[in-house]
């Protein structure tokens, strides 16, 4: 059944979301099989490589994702100024509490990456509100309100891919646009696609 993707159905993949709460997408088909196998691995079901559903979606600019392995210096200038917004917000609670000391060595010496920004919002808020279940759904939530629709992020199980193979986790699901679906099977490539245009019209190739 063709349904959107949505944030309530978080946790129904592979299990893990090692790099932030959202959606996660890839770039590159090899990297979709992967965790194909994975999730095939965990459930205990079989699926033929090459047989299944895929989606082709259109998400925000790679240059407005947080990267979460480079230091927020080296980031896009929009990255840049969205983080000295985030940083405004959780930049006094930091200066003020000792726990949080090692971020602001980060913060003070250049060094803070994407995935430093991140748990360091999370810490704050969790310091703040005691909420210890949430932390990582409210981080991405926070981010995503001050303007930072998700991260991007190259895996040490996917590197192998190529340096141009990356993958996004989306932290807002009305960002996301499905822009074409298919099916396949074994060997007999895609048994059919529906196209969606920006006129809300769509195609069925069969």
């Known amino acids: 059944k063709f349904t959107p993707f949505s944030l309530e159905k978080l946790a129904k993949g592979d299990g893990n979301q090692n790099f932030g709460w959202g959606i996660?997408?890839?770039?590159?088909?090899?990297?979709?099989?992967?965790?194909?196998?994975?999730?095939?691995?965990?459930?205990g079901e079989v699926v033929s490589k090459g047989k299944g559903t895929g989606y082709q979606v259109e998400i925000p600019e790679t240059s407005e994702m947080l990267d979460w392995q480079k230091p927020i210096s080296e980031q896009s200038d929009f990255i840049k100024q969205k983080t000295q917004d985030v940083l405004t917000g959780i930049l006094p609670a930091i200066q003020n509490d000792p726990q949080f000391s090692d971020y602001l060595e980060l913060i003070?010496?250049?060094?803070?990456t994407g995935e430093d920004l991140y748990y360091a919002v999370a810490a704050v808020l969790k310091s703040q509100t005691n909420d210890y279940k949430d932390f990582d759904k409210n981080s991405a939530e926070y981010l995503n309100s001050k303007g930072i629709p998700g991260v991007s992020f190259q895996s040490p199980q996917t590197e192998d891919f190529g340096k141009d193979a990356r993958n996004f986790v989306i932290f807002d699901d009305k960002l996301i646009k499905i822009t074409e679906y298919f099916q396949s099977q074994d060997g007999d490539g895609?048994?059919?696609?529906i196209r969606f245009g920006n006129d809300r019209q769509f195609r069925i190739d069969l």
């Open 24 to 43: 996660y997408f890839t770039n590159t088909k090899e990297i979709a099989e992967y965790y194909k196998k994975v999730r095939d691995a965990l459930t």
């Open 108 to 112: 003070n010496n250049g060094l803070m």
């Open 190 to 193: 895609p048994l059919g696609r």
